[in-house]
Structures are given as structure tokens and as C-alpha cells.
Nanobody, 123 residues
Framework: VQLQASGGGLVQAGGSLRLSCAAS????????MGWYRQAPGKEREFVAA????????NYADSVKGRFTISRDNAKNTVYLQMNSLKPEDTAVYYC?????????????????WGQGTLVTVSS
């Protein structure tokens, strides 16, 4: 599986962005998907994950109520809708695929990673 993240950019605090992650291959619907981020000088951290069907999601506490993960299996794409953005959301955002039904916050469980897209939130 190859993953291509896009949709990053510069936005003011309080604004919104939607990230997309397009996957190659015909088995996208058999991968749980996750989003992670890495801010300058910090370790990579979990943001959100979604199950095969999209029926189950989980989020980091720092983004709950502001970010929404979703997927369209017909388009082999997972999304991250980010609202009420804060300067501390500034990071490179990565999507990842896990050959398991349920999304997890454990980065070591993911089998494939995309190249990342930069989100910058100005104050």
C-alpha cells in the first residue's frame, strides 16, 4: 500500500483544513487508518484512527471535538477534518495504514506510512 497525504497549508488560528490521504491498491477497505503528527523538535504523536468500515474512531484528547476522521472506501481515501485550529496544531501530519480491523493509537502497529503534509497555524 502506498499512501499520499495532501491538504496541508497555512491557516489562521480558529480556521479549518481538511487533509486527505489517498491509498493505492485494492485492499484499502481491509486496513484501519490513522493520522499522526510531528511538531518541530517533538516526537510523533497520535491524532486519530478509524476502523475498516469507518464505524469506529478514536482520537487524542488534544483534538477531540475539533478533528474528525472519516474514510471513503470507494475512493481509497481517508480524511482528517480539522476545525478550530490552534497554533499548537502546527506539525507535519502523516497518515498510516494498519492491517487490522480496528484503529489503534500505537504507532508500532501501523504497516505503511505516507510522506506527510505540513500544517501551519498562525496566531
Amino acid at each position: 500500500v502506498q499512501l499520499q497525504a495532501s491538504g496541508g497549508g497555512l491557516v489562521q488560528a480558529g480556521g479549518s483544513l481538511r487533509l486527505s490521504c489517498a491509498a493505492s491498491g485494492r485492499t484499502f477497505s481491509r486496513y484501519a487508518m490513522g493520522w499522526y503528527r510531528q511538531a518541530p523538535g517533538k516526537e510523533r504523536e497520535f491524532v486519530a484512527a478509524i476502523s475498516w468500515s469507518g464505524g469506529s474512531t478514536n482520537y487524542a484528547d488534544s483534538v477531540k471535538g475539533r478533528f474528525t476522521i472519516s474514510r471513503d472506501n470507494a475512493k481509497n481515501t481517508v480524511y482528517l477534518q480539522m476545525n478550530s485550529l490552534k497554533p499548537e496544531d502546527t506539525a507535519v501530519y502523516y497518515c498510516a495504514a494498519d492491517r487490522a480491523p480496528w484503529g489503534t493509537s500505537n504507532a508500532s502497529e501501523y504497516d505503511y506510512w505516507g510522506q506527510g503534509t505540513l500544517v501551519t497555524v498562525s496566531s
